[in-house]
Each structure stands twice: as structure tokens, then as C-alpha cells.
């Protein structure tokens, strides 16, 4: 690839190759992108879907906060990283994460809401879990549906969570 392709058309072609699952392709752009760029909100946006698409959790938890740290109003990096924190069982760390986020999120990102009501459920604090669906739920008609069969939010299944 010649060098006149800019690092962040690189960034925005790895994203590309990512929805197409076409992971090597898009390791390939990223790793080709010029050191300077490497932590521009850009590259890190890719790498962070790149590794979540593969499951790479350790890796998530490596760039994710770079993201966050990056762009901290972009909700991508916060999400991500409560994710891969959920996903390698550190439940109380990905809540923490997120309402760290909340200041800058909570009133326009229905996911942040969902994915507190799932860690709150796991965490054991049902009414602070329920709570947090509601929100969601109200900023995200489908999150309803979601939550009806979501495995972190058990607890609150079986009649609990239909008044979200």
C-alpha cells in the first residue's frame, strides 16, 4: 500500500474489514498505520472493534481506557471496556467503570443504563439493577425485549422486570 493512504482512511478501512469479519485484513490496516497516529481516537476506535469482534478481552482491557482517555466523549471506549471487564468476571470493576462514565453519558447512552442494570443484577443489588433497566428501557423501547431474556439479568426475570 502506498503511503499517501492517510492513517485514518487505515482506521476507517480496519473498520470496514471488521464488519466483513475479515480480522487479518484489518490487523493488517491497523498495524500499517504510522506510529504518530497509533493513539489518535481513530486508531484506537478500530482496534477496540477489531478486538472485540475477535473476543479478545485482555486486549479490549489494554485500549478500551486509552479510548476513553482519548475521546472521553465518545461512549465507545467507556462501553467497551465495562464490557471486557464483565466478560473476564471483574463485574464490580465494569460498574465502576461505567459510573465513572455516567457524568458524561448517562442522559443520552441507553446501553450505559442496560449494561449497569446487568452488572447491578450480578452484584446482587436488585433494586438499584431495576432502576437502572427502567432508564434504559425509557431511553431504548427495545431494551425491553432484550432484558426479558438476558442471562445477567435473571434476577430480575419472571415479572420483577416488566414494569421497566
Avoid at 466483513?20 to 489518535?40: K, Q, V, Y
Avoid at 476513553?68 to 465494569?94: H, K, M, Q, S, Y
Avoid at 443484577?121 to 432484550?146: H, I, T, W
Wanted: with cysteine.
Amino acid at each position: 500500500m502506498p503511503d499517501s493512504i492517510s492513517s485514518k482512511r487505515r482506521a476507517e478501512y480496519a473498520l470496514g474489514y471488521v464488519v466483513l469479519g475479515l480480522f487479518c485484513e484489518a490487523t493488517e490496516e491497523l498495524e500499517s498505520i504510522a506510529p504518530a497516529d497509533r493513539a489518535t481516537p481513530e486508531t484506537l476506535t478500530a482496534w477496540v472493534e477489531l478486538h472485540m469482534a475477535t473476543k479478545q478481552w485482555d486486549r479490549v482491557l489494554e485500549v478500551a481506557p486509552k479510548l476513553a482517555a482519548a475521546a472521553p466523549t465518545n461512549d465507545r471506549g467507556w462501553i467497551a471496556w465495562a464490557f471486557a471487564l464483565r466478560e473476564v468476571a471483574r463485574i464490580a470493576d465494569a460498574r465502576e467503570v461505567l459510573l465513572r462514565a455516567e457524568t458524561l453519558h448517562g442522559n443520552s447512552c441507553a446501553l450505559l443504563h442496560y449494561n449497569l442494570a446487568c452488572y447491578e443484577c450480578l452484584l446482587g443489588r436488585l433494586s438499584e439493577a431495576r432502576r437502572r433497566l427502567e432508564v434504559a428501557c425509557r431511553m431504548e423501547k427495545s431494551f425491553r425485549e432484550d432484558a426479558s431474556s438476558d442471562p445477567d439479568l435473571q434476577a430480575l426475570q419472571g415479572g420483577s422486570s416488566s414494569s421497566a
